[in-house]
């Protein structure tokens, strides 16, 4: 079920650094489950807190999650111990990544040159 929580955060049309904001406080589920006074209290803008709260309704998030176990697809999240530690370097990292394939090379020093 997190896995749900994850994909609908990763896609919503918000900043990447206010992603990232709320990732260092809560996970995605809490996420889901604050309220639009809560995102403001976070120095979230209302137009992205609105973002947030109108696109809640995960069926196209469902969709999704079975088409990324089709195909293999994995999401990995900012918050988890398989996000690279050279990416963690990166002012603006990418929230989240969606990966195909074997994960290992993503500390590979050949990837990392390639994005920065």
């Given at each position: 079920m997190?896995?749900?929580?994850?994909?609908?955060?990763?896609?919503?049309?918000?900043s990447?650094?206010?992603?990232?904001?709320?990732?260092?406080?809560?996970?995605?589920?809490?996420?889901?489950?604050?309220?639009?006074?809560?995102?403001?209290?976070?120095?979230?803008?209302?137009?992205?807190?609105?973002?947030?709260?109108?696109?809640q309704?995960?069926?196209?998030?469902?969709?999704?999650?079975?088409?990324?176990?089709?195909?293999?697809?994995?999401?990995?999240?900012?918050?988890e111990?398989?996000?690279?530690?050279?990416?963690?370097?990166?002012?603006?990292?990418?929230?989240?990544?969606?990966?195909?394939?074997?994960?290992?090379?993503l500390?590979?020093?050949?990837?990392?040159?390639?994005?920065?």
């Amino acid at each position: 079920m997190k896995q749900l929580y994850d994909v609908w955060f990763s896609s919503l049309e918000i900043s990447n650094q206010t992603k990232l904001e709320l990732l260092e406080k809560y996970d995605t589920k809490e996420i889901w489950n604050l309220d639009f006074k809560d995102l403001l209290e976070e120095k979230i803008s209302e137009e992205e807190s609105w973002k947030i709260k109108q696109n809640q309704k995960l069926e196209t998030e469902k969709r999704m999650l079975d088409y990324m176990q089709k195909k293999k697809i994995k999401l990995i999240s900012v918050r988890e111990e398989s996000y690279p530690q050279k990416l963690h370097n990166i002012y603006d990292k990418p929230a989240f990544l969606y990966l195909r394939g074997d994960e290992k090379i993503l500390d590979d020093d050949s990837v990392r040159n390639g994005w920065l």
